[in-house]
């Protein structure tokens, strides 16, 4: 049974950065893809980022409305995943999960709030 926290969640103006942090236990990740979605307050759940590893290549994909803001990269050494968001904006608003993929996005964290401020 994996285990996945997040943390690095919290308010920002627009413009600003924050660096979103996924811990996983019992499970290598590195084995496996890990994502990052978001949910914001009405919405459904969406994609935003994923990683995965074939052996010395990393591939990531984002969504577009993320593109060229959002960073995905993962510390194998920590079994860490991280999100570097830069350039904010409003709607970036939402609660972020980290998952993780095998042969579906079969496990969550709890989720950790990222609030952006006009």
């Known amino acids: 049974q994996v285990h996945l926290v997040e943390s690095g969640g919290g308010l920002v103006q627009a413009g600003g950065s924050l660096r979103l942090s996924c811990a996983a236990s019992g499970r290598t990740f590195s084995s496996y893809a890990m994502g990052w979605f978001r949910q914001a307050p009405g919405k459904e759940r969406e994609f935003v980022a994923r990683i995965r590893w074939s052996g010395r290549i990393t591939y990531t994909y984002y969504a577009d409305s993320v593109k060229g803001r959002f960073t995905i990269s993962g510390d194998n050494a920590k079994n860490t995943v991280c999100l570097q968001m830069n350039s904010l904006k409003p709607e970036d608003t939402a609660v972020y999960y980290c998952?993780?993929?095998?042969?579906?996005?079969?496990?969550w964290g709890q989720g950790t709030q990222v609030t952006v401020s006009s």
């Open positions: 998952a993780m993929y095998m042969t579906d996005w079969d496990d």
